[in-house]
């Protein structure tokens, strides 16, 4: 009897932690994947300032974005096939688990170093894309899992467009550390929402790990999945180079107080919603390939035509920031397709194809933002920084029309 008991107690404990197998609702992905791009963002208009608590110069400072960037290329390369093998909700749950602590580590970090270090560990929470993305494509297939992850990151672009505002009004009211307890409470409750209602939906509640590694060579071998992959990687450097140094930009360029820059970052973030928005209802309609590739154009055309404005000696915070605005559209419009056709190569592998494919975007992302930290110096205006983003944006539309070629000469060929 007493082991019945223990049975049922166990078999009760087990069906809690792992919880249902419905779906979770939309605002649940929403909510992942914006507090994952928040942490990313919400703290930069006080990266000047938080140099200036710690002693440092604005380079050591500027690696807490390239930094969580690197780390978060890592562990995107590990949640994918982690939930994979585990179950989404599993692999959820920990991530937020480990970024609550991490956070309270940044708020009581007594050196730049410390600080650093834990958030290095924070960057956990990216996870949260990598996985929102898989849970996409389990539920959905193709070109419906394109459409329906543009509307996830159409509403994930409400987080980072009001986060910066948000973060500069509380550095300047409160002091930087308010943007890092903030951080906490919001992860708190995301972790309590995921808790409640998000269902496992890996079939069978994961992939066995000898499963994946037996299906990773044709993964690997795939010109599909590294061409979308490649795209989506070059896309969004343009987009982390800006993140890396457009504080620096906003405050020795023209002159804004970090509650100013923060109003400025809006700017990509209200073009990124929309042009999610096209990508949701338009991939039905023009095809995800040519959606791509018009976003990618885009993309290219506002960072070159905002250098050549700087070049000229249009220093205006209007034309830098409309610049990348226009950039944050064409990424709106690249990154759901391309994200759905690195993970269409192996749909049961979506896991896996989501952290592989996410971890080379943030590592371009960590590279690109490194080169604009360094790069970038009193005297250099804004000049560099355009020139990588339109340098990455240009990289973008060469390799989609090498995928999109490819495709056709495969699709005359068979």
């Known amino acids: 009897m007493a082991s019945d008991f223990h049975s049922s107690a166990w078999g009760l404990g087990l069906s809690f932690m792992t919880g249902p197998r419905t779906p979770p609702r939309l605002f649940t992905l929403v909510a992942v994947t914006g507090l994952a791009a928040m942490s990313m963002n919400v703290f930069l208009p006080s990266l000047p300032g938080m140099a200036r608590y710690y002693g440092v110069e604005y380079g050591v400072m500027q690696l807490s974005v390239s930094v969580y960037l690197a780390m978060s290329a890592v562990l995107q390369l590990l949640a994918g096939p982690v939930s994979d093998l585990f179950g989404r909700r599993p692999a959820m749950l920990g991530a937020l688990a480990v970024f609550l602590l991490a956070t309270v580590g940044t708020l009581l970090a007594p050196s730049a170093g410390w600080f650093l270090f834990f958030r290095m560990v924070q960057s956990v929470v990216t996870a949260g894309m990598v996985i929102s993305r898989a849970v996409v494509r389990d539920i959905v297939p193709g070109a419906e899992a394109a459409s329906m992850i543009g509307y996830v990151t159409m509403g994930m672009a409400v987080v980072p467009m009001v986060a910066p505002a948000f973060g500069g009004i509380l550095d300047e009211a409160l002091g930087w550390h308010a943007n890092f307890a903030m951080m906490g409470l919001l992860g708190l409750a995301v972790f309590a929402l995921c808790w409640f209602d998000m269902g496992e939906t890996a079939k069978d509640g994961g992939v066995p790990l000898r499963q994946q590694f037996s299906t990773y060579p044709e993964l690997a071998r795939s010109w599909q999945f590294w061409g979308y992959a490649l795209v989506a990687t070059l896309t969004s450097g343009s987009f982390f180079a800006y993140l890396g140094g457009a504080p620096f930009v906003g405050e020795t360029v023209f002159h ?159």
């Open 256 to 414: 804004l107080s970090s509650a100013q820059v923060g109003y400025w970052f809006a700017a990509p973030s209200i073009g990124y919603a929309i042009g999610n928005f096209v990508s949701a209802r338009g991939v039905k309609v023009i095809g995800m390939n040519r959606l791509i590739l018009t976003g990618t154009i885009i993309a290219s055309l506002a960072p070159t035509i905002a250098l050549a404005a700087d070049l000229a000696g249009w220093h205006q915070p209007l034309i830098f920031f409309g610049a990348v605005a226009f950039l944050g559209l064409g990424n709106g419009m690249v990154l759901p397709g391309a994200n759905a056709g690195l993970m269409g190569v192996r749909p049961e592998l979506a896991g896996t194809a989501s952290g592989f494919g996410g971890a080379l975007m943030v590592a371009g992302g960590a590279f690109m933002a490194a080169i604009a930290g360094a790069l970038l110096g009193p005297t250099t205006g804004a000049a560099p920084l355009l020139a990588i983003m339109a340098a990455s944006s240009i990289g973008s539309v060469v390799i989609i029309r090498l995928v999109i070629r490819r495709q056709r000469n495969k699709m005359m060929q068979g």
